[in-house]
């Protein structure tokens, strides 16, 4: 299976951190964001993986080499893994010259992809399923040969933020779409089926990216591709079992930092006092000044900006 991971977003909702690093690079408490990513996909059957990375992302490469010069130490078993992980997959990179949205990203693996159907995994999402999501969609794929992507419910203050999906329900779980709403306002929303980024695309989507206009912000939106080729072909939506993690903002990230810290046994021991003390504290002074000023920015509509 070939799979393509776009991680071409700027990350300004992360600045400074991301100022020289991708965001794809941030740890979640010991292994970056992508090698997570990376690993989903190689559990659900990837050979090939290409992501998409744009100007500032080399780290990226460096991170799926080998790492030859510490071939030989046998005290540093995580390197170990993270090599047997680029052994497993081959790993390659294209860039997308321009930030100009998720369906342009796509596009920059129509050679790669070829005549084959193919799996997506956003750079900065992380899937905690079982089977791993990407297997769970292939499953569908295979046996409705057409696009499947993985939707949840979401809140309806969350509406905004996601692609939006309607149609009919073919089977338990599986909606066969009718309408896709790049986040539409919660009055235009069909539905609360949110498209969580995890997509089984057939190379006909290359021809709807092609067709597909874009928005305001000057982004082709994947959504907007898949509503044009749901009109001469089907399209199905999935809900999936296992949570899903986004980590696109500093509070997203940190939130699911402490819950991967609270699931290891050995941090969860250490984290437990830190966490009562701080719980104490915030309970006895709960007048007492926040010892930094928020610094809450509204969360940016474009995925170039991520
Ligand atoms: C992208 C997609 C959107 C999807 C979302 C999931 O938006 O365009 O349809 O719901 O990923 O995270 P982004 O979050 O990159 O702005």
């Not at 992360?14 to 965001?23: C, E, G, H, I, V």
């Not at 071939?71 to 100009?100: G, M, N, W």
């Not at 930092?257 to 002074?285: I, M």
Request: net charge neutral; aromatic share 6%.
């Amino acid at each position: 299976m070939k799979v393509v991971i776009p991680a071409a977003g700027l990350g300004t909702r992360f600045l400074p951190a991301t100022k020289s690093q991708p965001k794809e690079m941030l740890p979640m408490v010991d292994r970056p964001i992508i090698q997570y990513v990376v690993e989903e996909a190689v559990a659900s059957g990837a050979d090939d993986i290409l992501i998409v990375t744009g100007r500032g992302k080399r780290a990226l490469e460096d991170h799926f080499d080998l790492s030859l010069e510490l071939a030989d130490r046998d005290d540093l078993p995580e390197l170990r893994e993270l090599d047997e992980l680029s052994r497993r997959a081959r790993i390659h990179f294209v860039r997308q010259r321009e930030p100009r949205g998720l369906a342009n990203a796509i596009e920059c693996a129509r050679f790669h992809t070829g005549k084959e159907p193919f799996g997506v995994l956003l750079g900065d999402t992380i899937n905690v399923c079982d089977p791993p999501l990407l297997r769970q969609l292939w499953d569908r794929y295979e046996r409705y040969h057409a696009p499947v992507l993985a939707v949840e419910s979401v809140p309806d203050e969350k509406v905004r933020d996601y692609g939006i999906v309607d149609g009919p329900e073919v089977e338990p779980g599986v909606y066969r779409c009718e309408r896709l709403v790049e986040k539409p306002p919660l009055a235009d929303a069909p539905s609360r089926l949110g498209i969580t980024g995890a997509y089984v695309l057939t190379p006909e989507i290359y021809d709807a990216i092609d067709r597909t206009r874009p928005d305001a912000h000057g982004e082709v939106q994947l959504t907007d591709a898949l509503q044009l080729l749901a009109r001469d072909r089907p399209v199905y939506a999935a809900t999936f079992r296992g949570t899903r993690y986004d980590i696109g903002d500093r509070y997203l990230w940190l939130r699911t930092n402490l819950v991967f810290a609270w699931n290891s046994a050995e941090l969860r021991d250490r984290l437990r006092p830190v966490l009562e003390t701080l719980l104490e504290g915030s309970r006895a002074t709960p007048s007492e000044p926040r010892p930094h000023r928020s610094r809450r920015r509204p969360k940016s509509r474009s995925r170039a900006e991520r």
